[in-house]
């Protein structure tokens, strides 16, 4: 990979949850080099089967041929210490949305990563990009990249400039969006939710709310957004395949920054995340699943 993009060849994620492997997955499929982290061993055994059994997946559909799941798998490597990525031109964290965890990965990430043109960039979906630019030495150089769940399937990418983001940090995350992994992106200002985020959320909570006070069901709110309004997943099913936990802290932050009421999360959604009742990844949300 040359040219405009600063020869980002080698790639760190921290993270290999849902959304981190997913990310990883689209830059290995990408020709890059694509170095896994995660805080435990037992954790990065778990993101490992999660990220090669969703290649495997790819190859048996016939999206990748049998030759191209070796060399992408060959890309990918794993590790629990941040350090192994001093060598990588850009870096994506994508771990649980919250700040202050997010905020002390930059600063190890602003230690370790030697590279001075290197990018470190965030999957966050609602926090303020700013406020991890300012924890690094080199605020001009961290930018929001922030793809949707599954990352290998959706095509959009969110790019967040943070007042502090240099003009060279957005044209490159850009062609690396774009050109290198394929994405269609949107730029979108440093406020809390961005774009995509600030128009679903109040939807997702709205219909929370519908069911929490009995309005209709939960299959009735899922079919009339399907069949009313074209919608290929309901509001419920949405939220679940999101992550309640996530839908919750977005929320959060979306009410901090605003200060609206719709922004607000519904006691219930906060009492199924108190119950640990997250969604997809848990087996049980709005729905029950296998």
Same mark, same amino acid.
């Given at each position: 990979?040359t040219g405009?993009?600063?020869d ?8 290999c949850g %849902? ?18 982290a995660?805080? /435990?061993?037992e ?5 490992? /089967?999660?990220?090669?059994n969703?290649?495997?997946?790819a190859?048996e559909?016939?999206k ?11 890309r990918?490597?794993?590790?629990t210490?941040?350090?192994e990525?001093?060598?990588?031109e ?10 202050q ?5 930059? %600063?190890v990430?602003?230690?370790v990563?030697?590279r001075? =043109? ?11 990009l ?9 605020p001009d ?8 769940n599954?990352?290998?399937? %959706? %095509? ?7 007042? /502090? ?16 992994l ?6 979108a ?27 209709a069901?939960?299959?009735?709110? =899922? ?7 074209a919608?290929?997943?309901g ?14 802290s ?8 605003y ?7 519904p ?6 995340? =108190?119950?640990?009742?997250l969604?997809?990844? /848990?087996?049980?949300?709005?729905y029950?699943?296998d």
């Open positions: 990979m405009i993009s600063g980002i060849a080698r790639v760190g994620v921290v993270g %849902q959304m981190g492997a997913g990310i990883a997955e689209v830059c290995a499929r990408s020709g890059l080099e694509v170095m896994v995660e805080t /435990t061993g954790a990065l055994e778990i993101g490992r /089967t999660r990220l090669f969703s290649l495997v997946k190859a559909r016939g990748i041929t049998a030759a191209e799941l070796d060399e992408t798998q060959a990918l490597s794993f590790t210490d941040l350090g990525f001093a060598d990588r850009l870096v994506i964290e994508a771990v649980v949305e919250n700040e965890v997010k905020t002390e990965i930059f %600063q990430l602003d230690h990563v030697t001075p =043109d290197a990018i470190l960039a965030s999957n966050t979906s609602s926090i303020p700013v406020k991890l630019a300012v924890a690094t030495a080199r150089h961290v930018i929001g990249i922030h793809f949707f599954p990352a290998p399937v %959706q %095509q959009l990418v969110e790019l967040i400039p943070a007042l /502090t983001t240099s003009e060279g940090t957005l044209s490159r995350a850009r062609v690396f969006a774009e050109k290198v394929g994405k269609h992106a949107i730029r200002q440093d406020r809390s939710g961005f774009v995509v985020n600030a128009l679903l959320i109040p939807y997702l909570l709205s219909a929370i709310r519908m069911f929490e006070s009995g309005i069901s939960r299959e009735d709110i =899922d079919n009339g957004m399907e069949m009313g309004c919608h290929p997943m509001p419920l099913k949405l939220s679940d395949l999101i992550g309640l936990d996530t839908v919750a977005v929320a959060y932050s979306m009410y901090e920054e200060k609206e009421p719709l922004y607000a999360a006691p219930l959604l906060q009492r199924m995340v =108190d119950a640990g009742r969604g997809r990844k /848990t087996g049980s949300g709005f029950t699943y």
